[in-house]
């Protein structure tokens, strides 16, 4: 069992930045392939991003990608989600996931899953 913490979510600005963190509190992710989820009001929770293991590979959905990047500080015991040039599109409640298999999959869908933290949410005005 592992606990999942995030934080950094907040109000941006179209085109603005954030940095989201995922946290195990006394305990430690290296175990661990952890990725993003967000889900806007009314619509299906998507798989953003995910960072393997030994960070050998990483995922990033279409909406996403070149504007988000994940990243993995073990030392830090963290998983980090730059997140660029922000649009209203991106507005949903992030939540930080984790799983034990050493791989991202290739399409991330929620139940493949197993830990998930509580959420922050990310509002970008139109």
């Known amino acids: 069992q592992v606990q999942l913490v995030e934080s950094g979510g907040g109000l941006a600005q179209p085109g603005g930045s954030l940095r989201l963190s995922c946290a195990a509190p006394?305990?430690?992710?290296?175990?661990?392939?952890v990725g993003w989820f967000r889900q806007a009001p009314g619509k299906d929770r998507e798989g953003v991003s995910c960072?393997?293991?030994?960070?050998?590979?990483?995922y990033y959905s279409t909406s996403v990608k070149g504007r988000f990047t994940l990243s993995r500080d073990n030392a830090r015991k963290t998983v980090y989600l730059q997140m660029n040039s922000l649009t209203a599109g991106d507005t949903a409640v992030y939540f930080c996931?984790?799983?034990?298999?050493?791989?991202?999959?290739?399409?991330?869908?929620?139940?493949?899953?197993?830990?998930w933290g509580q959420g922050t949410q990310v509002t970008v005005p139109p």
């Open positions: 996931v984790g799983r034990l298999g050493p791989r991202c999959p290739d399409n991330p869908v929620p139940v493949e899953w197993d830990y």
């Open positions: 006394g305990s430690t992710l290296d175990y661990y392939t």
């Open positions: 960072i393997a293991k030994y960070a050998d590979s990483t």
